[in-house]
């Protein structure tokens, strides 16, 4: 009896036993699988410190009218801080638990079992957001975006609306919205601050797409410190 190893691509771990004559009708498929428990989330276990200007306020009252079905039943965690305030739906199986170490704020999350995978792939997720929302009413987030390209320019109207000559026969015209704060230093260049790293991400992705970066002249919105790899076109 004979082993071969099944193609990479069929994926690892697989080995096909043939008889001395092996054959398509003969080969056995076997596929080990791992009787070791469910990994804890790295991400979801470690403790969530925060400073004392920051309040963590969290409201075990299930919320029955969400304004998205998918937090139906989910409970309601309140950030404050210098910048802001944030509200972020916490799961029902999302256990927050809130501590104090030798002058220090800890917030321990956890879930009720996590050998189920939707438990275990939101314990991660929850502490990030949580981190996010208390980077975000504390120090702020800043998202940088260049124009390249001749005669691109930008400038703020009135503190509300941002206008873009990107060499269409008529400026763009975007209308900033509330929370966001965005500010031309350079005439290429413009730089949105606030204290929801989503929406400033929404914002900026909506500005790119009126010049999406293009690989051969390499023109366009770039955002933050994104960069394309130049292409040359081709002769005849």
């Known amino acids: 009896m004979t082993t071969s190893l099944i193609p990479r691509r069929l994926g690892q771990g697989l080995r096909a036993v043939a008889t001395t004559s092996p054959s398509p009708s003969q080969s056995v498929i076997r596929r080990a699988f791992s009787s070791l428990p469910a990994a804890l989330s790295h991400i979801g276990k470690q403790p969530l410190p925060y400073g004392s200007d920051v309040v963590l306020t969290h409201d075990s009252t299930?919320?029955?009218n969400?304004?998205?079905a998918a937090d139906l039943h989910s409970t309601t965690l309140h950030i404050k801080g210098p910048l802001g305030e944030h509200v972020l739906p916490i799961k029902p199986y999302v256990k927050l638990a809130f501590e104090h170490e030798q002058g220090d704020?800890?917030?321990s999350i956890s879930v009720q079992d996590p050998a189920i995978?939707?438990?275990r792939s939101m314990w991660g997720t929850t502490r990030a957001l949580i981190?996010?929302?208390i980077t975000g009413v504390t120090d702020g987030y800043i998202v940088p975006l260049r124009l390249v390209g001749v005669g691109y320019r930008a400038s703020v109207e009135g503190g509300k609306k941002l206008s873009m000559k990107l060499g269409y026969s008529h400026p763009v015209d975007i209308e900033i919205p509330a929370g966001i704060q965005c500010s031309t230093p350079l005439p290429n260049k413009i730089v949105l601050q606030g204290n929801d790293i989503q929406k400033l991400k929404?914002?900026?992705f909506k500005i790119r797409k009126?010049?999406?970066p293009e690989p051969y002249n390499q023109k366009g919105i770039f955002v933050d410190e994104e960069t394309i790899a130049k292409k040359t076109s081709k002769k005849k």
Do not use: G, T
């Open 131 to 133: 981190a996010n929302a």
């Open 202 to 204: 929404e914002f900026a």
């Open 210 to 212: 009126w010049r999406p």
């Open 62 to 64: 299930p919320i029955m």
């Open 117 to 119: 995978k939707e438990q």
């Open 105 to 107: 704020s800890l917030l």
């Open 66 to 68: 969400p304004r998205v």
